[in-house]
């Protein structure tokens, strides 16, 4: 067992852990080939990997130390909160494409959306929920500041296609498995947004890139407790093969943000804008002439104004940057914050007095949770969304399993059950070779089923 020092913060923690597979810079060929070396340290991270090249780290003694240990339930709590912020609702993505409308396609659920085989993306995933939160807080004490996108992605499928970012990230895998691949070619160094391939209204992955070989020589199977370190600008694609969900943490370190050019060009914007002059629009003439000389005076103008700009630019220190800098994490942080903070006293919520059906019954559903069929009297009083209709669009994979459950269900013979037991009540069919129903799957059904008045919550007083 590794020996983890009494005090180091979690990422020192993180990065003294066991280095799986990693380049080490001064290993010549740099063949991806697992790491010989001694045991990673923060200090070696960033000497000689944060920003050059992949690596990982299995993490998982320092990540239980720190408490991050969550289960379906959470992920259930977590999506369901981001589906109830409207400003920042979750995102579906089936197979690689986002779903155009998720309204028209599942009223917005993304219970719904991941029984049709969608995984449920949430940015922001530290706005919602509280071990997410205590999980940036702590990385903070290592990074200036780091948010949280969480990817929920159902068995064999993928989320995103093969894509760049404009951050460095650390990937926590937490539930499940997920197989990566990184590629070696990197097709634009430290891209900003704009310049980030494979995302919508971006140029897709180049033929250059995906032939240009895959870091770790293979795709990497990561586990719980892995942490997978990608820095700004490598490509990447991760997917599911396995009868089994995957849950996986992305903490997004925003460096685009934080390079000289963005936080110079802040600085003088916006000390050129304390000037009037430089906020007055340049002359009516200016870039209207069609390839002949520019006005003398205008010329004169013009280059006046960018010798008063170069002595702007001239004139910011070291001070001056680190100052901007200090204050640009600290507005990050508090916004941050006040997100984080509201979740401490954020428990799950309970069934009001009789409700078993509907919307707020569902949201209180756990694993252990017990049903019973609803009678007709429940059922038709479930007020749908206007334009939502009462059945629900299933993976083919899993439909035959997840109909018998709800047929034995509603039988007289069969008056409750556990959501986790929901299991025992299909029988696998000898076609497949593997069974998709995990427990996750069946939370989503039982959670979907209860909100539209299929099933219903069985109260601890009946």
Known sequence: MEQQEPNANLFDSIAKSKCLLGIALDDGDGDGQPSTSPPSTAERFFNKVWQKQPALFAADIPLRKFQLAMDWDDVADLIHHSHEDTASPPLFFQEGRPIADPEAAYGCSPFAAYLDGCSVIVNHADHHHSKIAGLCDELQLTFP????????????????????????????????????????TVPV??????????????????????????????????EPGHVLYMPRGF????????????????????????????????????????????????????????????????????????????????????????????????????????????????????????????????????????????TDEERTSVQLQEGRLRGLTVREETMRSLMSVLSRMKSEDLPRSTVRNLRNFYEIDPADQQDLVCEFTLLCFARCCVELGGLAVVHMNE
């Open 235 to 374: 490509v990447h694609e991760a997917s599911t093969d396995s009868d089994e969900p995957s849950f996986h943490i992305t903490i997004a370190i925003a460096t685009h943000d934080w390079c000289m050019s963005t936080v110079m060009t802040e600085m003088v914007r916006e000390r050129l804008n304390e000037c009037i002059e430089y906020r007055i629009p340049l002359s009516i003439g200016a870039g209207a002439y069609q390839g002949g000389m520019i006005d003398k005076d205008l010329e004169s103008s013009i280059g006046n104004q960018l010798a008063g700009a170069k002595d702007v630019l001239l004139g910011i220190t070291a001070s001056d940057l680190e100052r901007a800098l200090r204050n640009k994490y600290q507005l990050h942080n508090s916004v941050a914050n006040a997100h984080r903070c509201k979740l401490d006293s954020r428990k799950r919520k309970a069934a009001g007095d009789g409700e078993v059906v509907g919307p707020s019954a569902a949201s209180t559903l756990s694993l252990d949770s017990s049903l019973r069929r609803s």
């Open 145 to 184: 500041h780091v948010y949280a996108n969480s990817y929920l992605t159902p068995p064999r499928s993928s989320a995103v296609k093969s894509h760049s970012d404009d951050r460095d990230v650390l990937v926590i895998q937490v539930l499940g498995r997920k197989n990566w691949k990184v590629y070696k």
């Open 189 to 222: 160094s430290f891209p900003f947004a704009n310049e980030q391939v494979g995302k919508e209204g971006r140029p897709p992955v180049s033929r250059e890139v995906l032939d240009g070989g895959i870091c770790f020589d293979g795709k990497v199977s990561l």
